[in-house]
């Protein structure tokens, strides 16, 4: 189905920063957009959280804890600072610059500033220690203050982790908030995944809102696919790693899932059971041979039987043609 806006009753407008509509519209929660929208409404007007909290439907709570989200995530500025009281006035400058990336770029540090007296998070700081440096740093409380919002109250193993992430690996505030989104957004935040997630994004370098979101993608589209994998080849538990890489090597190749479906289906043809390593040999096979449509395989294969009409009618040549119609069609080498 496709939808058009209606742009002939509209009113007055307002802009909403491209990096919202690429970043967070699968990663915010409804409160959040709820929160920014009325603050992009309200662009240059004070507004008071009891204020934000009766025209959104939120608690006045929510409303302070997403205007921090949106702050720690670089997407407003605040105009002056944000006290804890419910009716606080809040200036919002919208980062609405039509090159959004530079932006961040520009307002972030240079370098991370080590935290005093934090050890590697593999030690375990204690609630006194931790309470510690959230004194000594104003990004920690924050960091705290938005995971709370993301995932809950946080234990200990988190906070270190929080720490760990932001101190050791340098990770920059926004990409630790985009990581957390992202982990409860699949219901994983469990310590141990956070920080696989963590280090492997330090080590390649991923330490920008663009680069986060790039790899946020990739992988939602990586779990789409296997999902369409399952449902087509009717799998009900979850592919075995082995299976994994070989649907990771189908993506990776171009092969799009029609294509796919068809080997799966020649495959049960020929041996009557799902084999992903016949079906494998299948769609390379048939890439060699620069097939990479269903129709592509379709019209080989009709040309094929369109050939085999003017050929001799003997029993060797008809056993010749079954063998050449796997091996140029089925493409499976024995």
């Known amino acids: 189905m496709e939808y058009k806006v209606n742009c002939g009753i509209w009113g007055a407008m307002f802009g909403v920063p491209i990096i919202v509509a690429d970043n967070f519209l699968k990663l915010a929660s409804g409160d959040q957009i709820k929160v920014l929208l009325y603050l992009l409404r309200c662009s240059g007007k004070i507004c008071t959280s009891e204020e934000i909290s009766t025209n959104t439907g939120v608690t006045v709570q929510a409303a302070e804890d997403a205007v921090l989200f949106w702050q720690q995530a670089n997407v407003i500025t605040p105009q002056g600072t944000i006290s804890q009281a419910a009716a606080n006035p809040i ?7 039509e090159v ?8 972030a540090q240079p370098f991370q500033q080590p935290i005093a007296n934090a050890p590697d998070h593999k030690a375990n700081l204690s609630g006194g220690e931790i309470a510690e440096i959230m004194k000594e740093s104003q990004d920690i409380r924050d960091l705290f203050k938005v995971a709370e919002t993301i995932i809950g109250t946080l234990k ?20 630790i908030i985009i990581l957390l989104t992202y982990c409860a957004s699949i219901e994983k935040t469990n310590t141990a995944y956070v920080e696989k997630i963590a280090s492997a994004w330090a080590e390649n370098d991923i330490n920008t809102m663009e680069a986060a979101q790039d790899e946020i993608q990739k992988r939602n589209a990586a779990k789409d696919y296997i999902l369409s994998i399952m449902k087509k ?18 993506k990776n190749a171009g092969f799009n899932l029609e294509l796919v479906h068809y080997a799966y289906e020649k495959t049960i043809e020929q041996i009557n059971k ?3 390593d016949y079906i494998n040999k299948i769609l390379l096979s048939w890439r060699d041979s620069g097939f990479m449509t269903v129709q592509d395989v379709k019209n080989a294969e009709s040309d094929f039987r369109k050939n085999k009409k003017t050929a001799p009618s003997k029993n060797d040549a008809k056993d010749a043609d079954v063998e050449e119609y796997e091996s140029i069609i089925n493409q499976f080498l024995y």
């Not at 959004?100 to 307002?107: K, T, Y």
């Not at 200990?156 to 926004?174: F, R, T, V």
């Open 91 to 97: 200036m919002i400058q919208p980062n609405t610059n």
């Open 100 to 107: 959004p990336d530079a932006q961040i770029e520009s307002s």
């Open 156 to 175: 200990n193993s988190q906070m270190n982790s929080i720490i760990w992430m932001y101190d050791h690996l340098g990770l920059k505030k926004e990409v």
């Open 233 to 250: 080849f009717e799998m009900n538990r979850r592919p075995t790693a082995k299976q994994a890489e070989f649907i990771e090597q189908w």
């Open 274 to 276: 799902l084999s992903f």
